[in-house]
């Protein structure tokens, strides 16, 4: 990979979760969501850290991250949000994974190869409550899901679903999904004869409808410190991701030079012209060509002609004073400028989601305070 690296602040990413924690009730666990590499962050290091400050649940989506998250955290409860091949039974079972059942075929066959391996495997109920992904349909879960509760195999623990999309306010398309989600918990509970571990909301609802807390809340995008600008939100977080890499060419070019494949910009006047390292192969969108800016020597400088596979082209301005190794800038601070995800995400209509877990995962992350904080 490119000489690009990502620098993840340890610091910040505590704050964010003990903003989460002390903004939720002492019976509602967080259940961090580190699925995709936690978002980019690195899971392994974030759960290492999320579970040194008390976190106790994750979820991931994949079973391969289930591991890298079981070996981060011993004693972690990991919810596997995807659904499980009958086949990684017995991994899941040796990892004390919690795999969801998404449907009444789903949940038989889990049970037929648990009870072949004599093993009696934790599982939470997943319902569709609206979202159309995964999940019993919950206008007949009650029905399908009531014989899974003799299977010899399972044990149900928990049940939960997932938002398609939350709003504040009375109208929010989310309370039908949520009153969907008590009817069928109700049904569940009676099946079980006990209470099952609830959890319905990740980072939006979290934010915005409290009365949805439950047993558990599943936030992904919050912890990173994105999606907290809702002013109706009571939690607030910040992000802890920096992406930089190092300027390689800078040169003097006079007016009317072309920059670039096909030419997309040509330079209105005299100006310096550096050239980066990162393009769209390590995920540095080309959707980006001629929109985004980074900082060079603590400016925001234009990204100029399109972004390619391993370079990018800025203008940093006819005085500027920019030499080949000085820093540069693709997401976070310098000097008294910033640019974060979701202003990249904006400029190329995409979510901060796509932007932080298209950092490819084979750049280098640096888990480095850049405040440290004497005492602690
Ligand atoms: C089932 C489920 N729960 C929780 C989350 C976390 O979502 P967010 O990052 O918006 O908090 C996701 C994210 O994709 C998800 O798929």
Known sequence: MGPSWVEIDPGGLRANLEALRSALPKATEPVLVVKANAYGHGAAQVAKLAAGAGVKWFAVAYPDEAATVRRAAPRARIVLLGPADPAEVALLARLRVIPIVVDADHGRSLAAEAKKRKVRLSVHLKIDTGMGRLGFPWSDAATAMGPLFREEGLKIDGICSHFARVESGRDDPARAQAERFFHVVEAAE???????????????????????????????????????????????????????????????????????????????????????????????????????????????????????????????????????????????????????????????????????????????????????????
């Open 190 to 376: 009676q099946a079980a004869g006990r209470r099952l571990f609830r959890h319905v909301s990740s980072s939006r609802a979290a934010l915005l409808h409290p009365e949805w807390d439950l047993d558990g809340v599943r936030p992904g995008i919050l912890a990173y410190g994105y999606g907290a600008s809702d002013a109706a939100g009571r939690i607030q977080t910040r992000p802890v991701l920096q992406w930089k890499t190092r300027v390689v060419q800078v040169r003097r070019v006079p007016a009317g030079t072309a920059v670039g494949y096909y030419g997309t910009y040509t330079t209105p006047a005299a100006t310096t012209l550096a050239v980066i390292a990162a393009g769209y192969a390590d995920g540095y969108l080309r959707t980006l060509s001629n929109r985004s800016h980074v900082l060079i020597g603590g400016r925001r400088c234009r990204v100029v002609g399109r972004v390619s596979m391993n370079w990018i082209t800025v203008d940093a301005g006819l005085y500027a004073s920019a030499k080949p190794g000085d820093e540069a800038v693709l997401i976070g601070r310098q000097g008294n400028q910033e640019i974060w995800a979701d202003e990249l995400a904006t400029l190329c209509r995409t979510i901060p989601y796509e932007i932080l877990t298209g950092i490819n995962a084979s750049i280098e992350r640096r888990y480095t305070n850049p405040h440290p904080q004497t005492g602690t």
